[in-house]
């Protein structure tokens, strides 16, 4: 698919949208009843799967295959679905222009979710920060509420689901989804060791699933379409429509939805109006700040999904893309990541609470002066020390960015450090 001919499905530029009434006239909630009333959880689960829907929070795993892991129900015990809209990541805000213009569809999308894994509960988990959007999805979903697409006995198919909005504790860690349910719970957002997984062991010691808001907003669009239609769109891998979020030294910042596969120099010439003022690239961030920038000669011809990215070293994470011209200091950008992810830590582990710290003085130093050339590579070997050593992923996310930035921008390291003292 040419991605200049591609009308957005999650975003489709249809006035009021997020109101329920106009959002039934386009086709709403007809998948949420054709899957309660005339398909079984399984089927739902079988369809979705494959499609390959694959997780746009930043793991990039296959939703059905995740619905799968769920066990069957068993009287007495129930079990969870959590849609995570805590959409943390500098240089990500894709989930809040779905709250903000579909909500319908990401409840449809959950209440899907939900009957395919036989969910008593769906817990909505916004960071705080999100204030207005939360009000608005709130209005969204009282609106559900009052149509019988949620609560009791939904459309007369004897499936039952509440859904309740959750409002974020204000930290990164809460993103990571065992720290989530934590938060969830009512304690500090931890994060837990796994196994057990959610599936087995999640919410109050119950069986959960936890699903991106807009991976969710993906299911009504598969059920419509058909999984085999979905595949077709973007790169067979990585189907579907991707909200790209392109922020940084470019003419047209702004979330952009179009297929998955999109070639990164298009997202920048061409889909965001190139590089401002008339500079040069000087490095792209392709999914967050947590994924490994790369330098212009890297990204000739390479497409924005999963494996392609992995070839070359880096990651899809959330398709928040950061461009930077050649103006930008690389050593100051690396000390804010690093800054970021100090304050970040929610300080269980120890190579987090402290590696963290560690990184945060070392890029310091080449900031005011200090540094010397021994401490270039002391970085990488504390980033070496951290990196999958600590029950989350927090820690690795601050390692890879700023072990990418070194290594591939070392001179202007070196030109602000200074050969060590040599005791006499």
């Given at each position: 698919?040419?991605?200049?001919?591609?009308?957005?499905?999650?975003?489709?530029?249809?006035?009021?949208?997020?109101?329920?009434?106009?959002?039934?006239?386009?086709?709403?909630?007809?998948?949420?009843?054709?899957?309660?009333?005339?398909?079984?959880?399984?089927?739902?689960?079988?369809?979705?799967?494959?499609?390959?829907?694959?997780?746009?929070?930043?793991?990039?795993?296959?939703?059905?295959?995740?619905?799968?892991?769920?066990?069957?129900?068993?009287?007495?015990?129930?079990?969870?679905?959590?849609?995570?809209?805590?959409?943390?990541?500098?240089?990500?805000?894709?989930?809040?222009?779905?709250?903000?213009?579909?909500?319908?569809?990401?409840?449809?999308?959950?209440?899907?979710?939900?009957?395919?894994?036989?969910?008593?509960?769906?817990?909505?988990?916004?960071?705080?920060?999100?204030?207005?959007?939360?009000?608005?999805?709130?209005?969204?979903?009282?609106?559900?509420?009052?149509?019988?697409?949620?609560?009791?006995?939904?459309?007369?198919?004897?499936?039952?689901?509440?859904?309740?909005?959750?409002?974020?504790?204000?930290?990164?860690?809460?993103?990571?989804?065992?720290?989530?349910?934590?938060?969830?719970?009512?304690?500090?957002?931890?994060?837990?060791?796994?196994?057990?997984?959610?599936?087995?062991?999640?919410?109050?010691?119950?069986?959960?699933?936890?699903?991106?808001?807009?991976?969710?907003?993906?299911?009504?669009?598969?059920?419509?379409?058909?999984?085999?239609?979905?595949?077709?769109?973007?790169?067979?891998?990585?189907?579907?429509?991707?909200?790209?979020?392109?922020?940084?030294?470019?003419?047209?910042?702004?979330?952009?939805?179009?297929?998955?596969?999109?070639?990164?120099?298009?997202?920048?010439?061409?889909?965001?109006?190139?590089?401002?003022?008339?500079?040069?690239?000087?490095?792209?961030?392709?999914?967050?700040?947590?994924?490994?920038?790369?330098?212009?000669?890297?990204?000739?011809?390479?497409?924005?999904?999963?494996?392609?990215?992995?070839?070359?070293?880096?990651?899809?994470?959330?398709?928040?893309?950061?461009?930077?011209?050649?103006?930008?200091?690389?050593?100051?950008?690396?000390?804010?990541?690093?800054?970021?992810?100090?304050?970040?830590s929610c300080g269980q582990c120890t190579p987090c609470r402290e590696g963290t710290g560690w990184l945060k003085?070392?890029?310091?130093?080449?900031?005011?002066?200090?540094?010397?050339?021994?401490?270039?590579?002391?970085?990488?070997?504390?980033?070496?020390?951290?990196?999958?050593?600590?029950?989350?992923?927090?820690?690795?996310?601050?390692?890879?960015?700023?072990?990418?930035?070194?290594?591939?921008?070392?001179?202007?390291?070196?030109?602000?450090?200074?050969?060590?003292?040599?005791?006499?």
């Amino acid at each position: 698919m040419d991605w200049r001919s591609y009308r957005p499905l999650l975003l489709p530029p249809i006035p009021n949208l997020s109101d329920i009434a106009v959002y039934e006239a386009h086709g709403g909630y007809a998948q949420l009843r054709r899957a309660v009333t005339e398909l079984t959880p399984a089927q739902v689960i079988e369809e979705v799967k494959a499609a390959n829907i694959r997780g746009r929070g930043g793991a990039g795993f296959n939703a059905g295959l995740k619905w799968s892991f769920m066990p069957p129900k068993r009287e007495g015990v129930p079990h969870y679905l959590v849609a995570n809209g805590d959409e943390s990541e500098p240089g990500t805000c894709k989930d809040r222009r779905i709250l903000e213009f579909n909500p319908h569809l990401f409840i449809e999308g959950a209440l899907i979710a939900a009957y395919a894994i036989q969910a008593d509960a769906i817990y909505v988990y916004i960071r705080g920060e999100y204030a207005d959007w939360i009000d608005h999805l709130q209005k969204a979903v009282d609106q559900a509420y009052a149509r019988g697409y949620i609560g009791k006995n939904i459309l007369g198919s004897g499936f039952s689901t509440e859904m309740y909005l959750h409002r974020g504790a204000g930290a990164y860690i809460c993103g990571e989804e065992t720290g989530l349910m934590e938060s969830l719970e009512g304690k500090r957002a931890y994060p837990r060791y796994k196994p057990p997984f959610p599936a087995q062991k999640g919410l109050w010691g119950c069986p959960t699933t936890i699903n991106n808001v807009e991976t969710l907003a993906h299911v009504p669009l598969v059920l419509r379409i058909g999984a085999a239609a979905y595949t077709q769109i973007g790169a067979p891998e990585h189907p579907g429509p991707i909200l790209y979020g392109i922020s940084g030294h470019v003419n047209r910042p702004g979330v952009y939805e179009y297929p998955s596969g999109m070639l990164i120099t298009d997202l920048i010439y061409e889909v965001a109006g190139g590089i401002r003022n008339g500079k040069k690239l000087k490095g792209v961030v392709p999914g967050g700040s947590s994924t490994p920038i790369l330098r212009p000669e890297e990204i000739e011809g390479v497409r924005m999904s999963a494996d392609a990215l992995r070839k070359v070293g880096s990651m899809m994470g959330t398709a928040g893309m950061l461009v930077l011209d050649e103006d930008t200091d690389m050593v100051r950008f690396a000390y804010r990541i690093a800054a970021f992810y100090k304050h970040e830590s929610c300080g269980q582990c120890t190579p987090c609470r402290e590696g963290t710290g560690w990184l945060k003085g070392l890029l310091s130093k080449f900031l005011h002066g200090e540094a010397t050339f021994q401490d270039i590579d002391l970085i990488l070997d504390v980033g070496s020390q951290m990196e999958g050593r600590t029950i989350c992923a927090l820690a690795d996310a601050a390692v890879w960015p700023i072990r990418a930035i070194v290594q591939k921008y070392r001179a202007e390291f070196e030109r602000r450090a200074k050969p060590a003292l040599i005791p006499a």
